[in-house]
């Protein structure tokens, strides 16, 4: 049913919000429109996939399930009844941009950051060369990527990159079976990583230890592995008195004593090595002539005056038949929407879309991808704050089209719908086939068998 054109927004007719994206950003922007008491509101939550938490499912690691305690504060929001999820919907196809201006009084784009940086070498896209996000994205189930053939048949991988996604991914190809038993690792990943020949994993950053951004918490992991062991060396780590007092980060110190204590320890002989190798630079994927990856040749770096990276002309080359490059996420335009092609942002100031009046973004998609998922929750209130300030002040067009008229809307479209209680079905199956196998969740990773769990 269509509703006339109104200049302000009350308890008959709310403000009513599409936000796009159902991950962290998504639910804390949610969260935040239904704590203000300026407006009362209505949202409409959507996602392109039927399930809700985006990276919080997708990206966290499976062996790190605290992490992902922070759903029962999303399930809490999504089930509010000024909430809707929409879930199996996808913006631009099944609702554009221009149905959901005609729909909503404002948008908020919190789509995050689902692609990835290259490293711009040869050989990049070999077979065997990849994202860490398509490896993460696979080994947890994520429907775009749980059908793709994931030959593990390399005993050595190189992990570009010295962040917390580097040390995810090593660790999970660094675990035991056994180990992996206890998480909720997709059962097709288990299954192949049961199977892994993996002995030696490399993890490669350009500058020294002081410049990696991973956590202590889980870089002190690589000491406590069942069949893995840590190796350092000692004179990629070594600081001088000025380097170290340089570093004033905790965080960074007590990283460099986990490393040293890591490189003065005695090979226990487990059957896999994690190399936590630092100055050193990717150069080149060598090519077995037949396509695969067959090694990755390096370049030995300095550090200078500055902290940046020079080569010194000295290579090496490390005996790898898998590359996982895990130097960055970046953001991925969404139709008729504003983008900056060089940072991979919606173009913004703070949060108001550049050139959109009604438009909003937070999270990653917003700022880049910095911070963990906390992080989006300033972030997110943040961009509500003018959002709620822009409805009082009169500057938002009012939609002429209400719920009822997103629901015709999408019906016409045969677009199969998926809701909060659907997605709640779905979860309860997962958690109980889990509990049958011993295991915390057996996820479903495929959409259409997704879809077949249904809120009776």
Known sequence: ?????????????????????????????????????????????????????????????????????????????????????????????????????????????????????????????????????????????????????????ASGVAVVGVGNVALDVTRILAKTSAELHDSDIAAHALSALEQSPVRDVWILGRRGPAQASFTTKELREFGELAEAEPVVYPEEIALTEAEEAAITDNVKKKNVEVLRDFAGRTSEGKPRRVHLRFLVSPIEILDDGQGNVA???????????????VGTGEYETLPVQMVLRSVGY????????????????????????EGRTGEYTAGWIKRGPSGVVGTNRKDATDTVAHLIADAKAGVLSPAVRGREDVDALLQAKGVDVYTFSDWKALDAHELSQGQALGRPRAKVVHRHEMLTHRNK
């Open 295 to 309: 090694g990755l040749k390096v370049e030995r770096n300095r550090l200078d005056e500055q902290g940046n990276a």
């Open 330 to 353: 970046r953001g991925v335009a969404l139709p008729e929407v504003p983008f900056d092609e060089r940072r991979g942002v919606i173009p913004n100031t703070e949060g108001r879309v």
């Open 1 to 153: 049913m269509s509703e006339p054109v109104i200049s302000s927004f009350n308890d008959q007719r709310p403000l009513r919000v599409a936000v796009i994206g159902s991950g962290p950003s998504g639910i804390f922007a949610t969260e935040a429109l239904l704590k203000q008491s300026e407006l009362p509101v209505q949202v409409d939550v959507f996602d392109r996939l039927p399930t809700p938490y985006g990276l919080v499912r997708y990206g966290v690691a499976p062996d790190h399930l605290t992490i992902k305690s922070v759903t029962r504060g999303f399930e809490k929001t999504l089930s509010d009844p000024r909430v809707r999820f929409l879930g199996n919907v996808e913006f631009g196809s099944d609702l554009t941009h221009e149905e959901a201006r005609a729909h909503y009084d404002a948008l908020l784009y919190t789509v995050g950051a689902s692609s990835d940086r290259r490293l711009g070498i040869p050989g990049e896209d070999l077979n065997g060369s990849m994202s860490a996000t398509e490896f993460v994205a696979w080994y947890n189930g994520h429907p775009d990527a749980a059908a793709r053939e994931m030959v593990l048949h």
